[in-house]
C-alpha cells in the first residue's frame, strides 16, 4: 500500500528549518485550513459546475476509452488536469471523484455491471502541466500526493442505454478527505494551487467491455441561426448546406463545408464575432425579396438591389469573407487559422454562406442559414498509463498521451 504524505510536514519556502516555533505555527495553520474548508464544503450551496475539465460539462468527450476498465488486466492510469481547466479556483476539500462511460451511440449502447475491481487511488496537486507531464509516473507527483483508496473492492454499475451525456456514476469514494491546493498550508502571498492529478492503479479486474468517456480533440457546440427558405436554391438543387467542422480548437485552422453550390461557382463564407447588428442599416435577419410579394425586391434595398432572391435573407453582417470555389459536385471548403492560447476558448464564431446561382433567381445569389461554432480547446489534460499483469508489479513508467484524460466529477 502506498503511504500518505502531507505537504504540512516539509518546511514552507523561505521558513527557517531550524525554527521550531515556526514550523509548529505552520502545521496548526494548516491543520486549521483543512478543518474550515471540510466545514465550508459541507455547507449548502448552489448548483456549480463541478466536472473536469469544467468545458466538459454536459458535453460528450471526443472519443471512449478501454483504459483503464475495458480489459481484464492490471492497469496504471494518470491523469493531470491543468488549473485553468477546473471549475473552481483554489483549494478545494474533495471526498471522491465519479467518471462517466462512454455513450458513443446515444439510446444504443449499453454496458453490463463489473465487479469486483481491486484499486488504490492517489490524488495530487502538482507544479506539472499538460505540456510538462512526463510518461514517469512519479515525478508527476506534487509534495501533497495522498493515498486516498488502499486495495479496496469497486463495483463499476450497469450503464443502460440514454439519449444523452451519461450521469457521473463510476464513484471512487476516498476513505480520508483530500484537499487540493494545499502545498504545504497554503499563504495567500503564495502562486494559485497548480494541476490537478488522480493515480488509479487497478491491482485486478474481471473480462467485460466497459468505456470511459474520454478527452481527444473537443466537439464545438453549434446552432442553427436566422432564415433561410426551400426557395432559396439552384434550379433542380437543395437549399446551400453550410456544415462547420466537428471540432474546433484555438492556434489550429477551422473549417466549413458547402453543399449544394453550382457546380464550379464561386462562394463567400462571411464571418463576424456576433449574430447581431444590421446591413444597409437594416436589422437583420433581413430578406433579399419584398416578403409581402416575393418576385419583388425588397422595398427597403431598392436603392441598392434592383433584383430580388425569394427565400434567401442575409443573416450575418460580414466582418471578414473567406472566398471559395466549388467542385464540379457543388461542394466546396475554406478554412480560417484560429489564434492560439486558452483565452480563445468559449469564443464564438458566427458563418453564412453566399453563392452565385445563375439559375436560382434574378439577383443570382443563394444564401444558406447562419451556423455559430465555439471555441471547445484544446483542453489541458494529459494521461499516462500501462498494463501489467494481475496482482504483478506496479510499472513505473508509462505510455503519455497529452489532450486526453478521463471525463470526471470531484464530490
Known amino acids: 500500500m502506498y503511504e500518505r504524505c502531507t505537504g504540512f510536514s516539509r518546511t514552507v519556502r523561505g521558513v527557517d528549518a531550524g525554527s521550531e516555533e515556526t514550523l509548529m505555527r505552520t502545521r496548526l495553520a494548516g491543520r486549521a485550513m483543512v478543518r474550515l474548508l471540510v466545514v465550508a464544503s459541507s455547507l449548502p450551496a448552489a448548483a456549480q459546475n463541478i466536472t473536469v475539465p469544467a468545458a466538459m460539462n454536459g458535453v460528450e468527450g471526443g472519443t471512449g476509452s478501454n483504459i483503464p476498465f475495458g480489459t481484464n488486466q492490471g492497469v496504471r492510469f ?16 474533495l471526498s471522491g471523484i465519479s467518471f462517466r462511460a462512454d455513450n458513443p451511440i446515444p439510446g444504443t449502447t449499453t454496458y453490463a455491471a463489473k465487479q469486483f475491481l481491486i484499486v488504490d ?36 454499475p450497469a450503464q443502460p442505454a440514454v439519449a444523452g451525456v451519461r450521469p457521473a456514476n463510476i464513484d471512487f ?34 473480462v467485460g467491455t466497459y468505456r470511459l468517456d474520454n478527452l481527444a480533440g473537443c466537439t464545438a457546440p ?6 433561410q427558405g426551400p426557395a432559396c436554391a439552384a434550379l433542380g438543387a437543395a437549399p446551400l448546406d453550410l456544415r462547420p467542422a466537428v471540432s474546433m480548437e484555438a492556434g489550429l485552422a477551422y473549417s466549413w463545408q458547402l453543399l449544394n453550390v453550382p457546380a464550379n461557382a464561386p462562394f463567400y463564407v462571411f464571418l463576424n464575432l456576433t449574430a447581431q447588428g444590421s446591413v444597409f442599416g437594416q436589422p437583420l435577419p433581413l430578406a433579399l425579396f419584398d416578403p409581402a410579394n416575393p418576385g419583388l425586391p425588397n422595398p427597403v434595398l431598392s436603392p441598392v438591389l434592383r433584383y ?19 467542385d464540379a459536385s457543388g461542394v466546396g471548403s475554406v478554412s480560417v487559422p484560429l489564434p492560439a492560447g486558452r483565452q480563445f476558448v468559449g469564443m464564438t464564431l458566427f458563418a453564412q454562406a453566399f453563392a452565385y446561382a445563375q439559375t436560382a433567381n434574378p ?42 484524460g478521463a471525463i470526471f466529477e470531484v464530490r
Do not use: H
Not at 503564495?190 to 485486478?204: E, Q, V
Not at 500501462?386 to 505510455?399: A, M, R, W, Y
Open 308 to 326: 430580388p432572391a425569394p427565400d434567401c435573407w442575409v443573416n450575418l453582417e460580414p466582418g471578414a469573407g473567406l472566398l471559395g470555389t466549388a
Open 222 to 227: 453549434q446552432a442553427t441561426f436566422g432564415n
Open 173 to 206: 469514494v476516498f476513505t480520508v478527505p483530500w484537499v487540493y491546493g494545499l502545498t504545504p498550508a497554503r499563504d495567500p502571498r503564495n502562486p494559485p494551487p497548480g494541476s490537478l492529478l488522480f493515480d488509479l492503479t487497478i491491482r485486478s479486474q474481471p
Open 363 to 404: 439577383l443570382q445569389v443563394i444564401t444558406s442559414f447562419g451556423k455559430q461554432s465555439t471555441v471547445c480547446g484544446p483542453l489541458g489534460a494529459v494521461r499516462i498509463y500501462q498494463t501489467f499483469p494481475t496482482n504483478g508489479t506496479v510499472p513505473l513508467v508509462g505510455t503519455l498521451q497529452r489532450g486526453q
Open 78 to 93: 494518470q491523469c493531470l488536469y491543468d488549473r485553468e481547466d477546473l471549475p473552481w479556483s483554489g483549494p478545494r476539500v
Open 121 to 156: 487511488l492517489r490524488m495530487s496537486t502538482t507544479d506539472k502541466t499538460a505540456a510538462t507531464a512526463v510518461a514517469e509516473f512519479e515525478d508527476n507527483f506534487g509534495s501533497d500526493v495522498t493515498a486516498v483508496m488502499g486495495l479496496v473492492p469497486v463495483a463499476l
